[in-house]
């Protein structure tokens, strides 16, 4: 089993893989690791044309598809943070809840994953 300390170096490597693939594609990085008090954690908030992106940002061993930790529950807690964060900044605009996954190298971004 891995300590905490590794399980947190790899999840933050894995967004700043995330980070850097997210820019190359355009979308401009607002914050990463944001705390909405008891909701929950949003990996990256970023933008791109006009749209606020809250991404949860998922990775997993060889023999695990990260995408299967894209759960229901982990849902609900993004959406809920991402209406705190809105609430809080007095935001009124388009926003999408997306998942990007990293699997052995692959970046796979899915956009409006509640739809």
């Known amino acids: 089993m891995m300590s905490n300390n590794t399980t947190t170096s790899i999840g933050n490597a894995n967004e700043t893989i995330a980070t850097e693939f997210l820019e190359s594609q355009g979308f401009a990085i607002i914050t990463r690791n944001y705390y909405a008090r008891k909701l929950g954690e949003i990996d990256i908030i970023a ?6 992106r809250f991404i949860e940002v998922k990775s997993a061993g060889a023999d695990f598809d990260p995408v299967y930790n894209v759960t229901p ?8 943070s991402a209406y705190y964060y ?27 994953i509640t739809l």
């Open 86 to 112: 809105m609430k809080e900044r007095k935001l009124d605009m388009a926003f999408s809840i997306d998942a990007l996954i990293i699997r052995k190298g692959d970046i796979e971004l899915i956009e409006n």
């Open 73 to 80: 529950a982990k849902l609900r807690k993004v959406i809920n």
């Open 47 to 52: 933008s791109k044309n006009g749209v606020l």
